[in-house]
């Protein structure tokens, strides 16, 4: 089951403050993935998803060296699987292990979900109109679902159009 929540954000400060309100909802254990246009805030939505978890070093999209652990209050994995081509490319990445501490962020993950985990948050990222403007829309799986209450109060700042 799936609920979607959609908002919008104009700048991509807004987008880290974004992530940042998010972090407050996430802990050991959950997968969020990333997903939509080129472009469109991924590594900035988790860069302030890594301010609010905590991390103070630079969060950059790891493209080419496909993960990179980041520590906070707890870790964050943030993994860019772009450039992988196929589902059996994942099980290098040891995913089951990395799920069991901190918060695991994949950029561009859709096309690998049927290897990962139910208990997931889908985020979508499309540009907008203007140069800034962003489209986020939330799918939540699994135990997600249960902190839907949570998640419409901390996106409540962004302008929610469903």
């Given at each position: 089951m799936s609920l979607?929540?959609?908002?919008?954000?104009?700048?991509?400060?807004?987008?880290?403050?974004?992530?940042?309100?998010?972090?407050?909802?996430?802990g050991d254990g959950d997968l969020v993935v990333l997903a939509g246009d080129l472009g469109a805030g991924k590594t900035c939505l988790t860069q302030g998803i890594g301010a609010g978890l905590g991390v103070t070093g630079r969060i950059t999209s790891p493209t080419f060296t496909i993960a990179n652990e980041h520590i906070g209050r707890i870790p964050l994995h943030h993994l860019d699987v772009?450039?992988?081509?196929?589902?059996?490319?994942?099980?290098?990445?040891?995913?089951?292990?990395l799920l069991?501490?901190?918060?695991?962020?994949?950029?561009?993950?859709?096309?690998?979900?049927?290897?990962?985990?139910?208990?997931r948050l889908i985020i979508r990222l499309f540009l907008g109109p203007d140069d800034d403007?962003?489209?986020?829309?939330?799918?939540?799986?699994?135990?997600?679902?249960?902190?839907?209450?949570?998640?419409?109060?901390?996106?409540?700042?962004?302008?929610?159009?469903?």
């Open positions: 979607p929540l959609v908002v919008t954000t104009s700048s991509p400060s807004q987008t880290k403050a974004l992530g940042s309100a998010l972090a407050g909802l996430l772009y450039r992988l081509d196929q589902l059996e490319e994942t099980l290098d990445l040891d995913l089951p292990e069991e501490h901190g918060v695991t962020v994949i950029e561009w993950g859709e096309p690998f979900l049927p290897a990962l985990s139910e208990d403007d962003r489209r986020i829309e939330f799918e939540l799986h699994a135990g997600f679902v249960d902190r839907l209450d949570a998640l419409r109060v901390a996106i409540a700042p962004w302008s929610v159009s469903c």
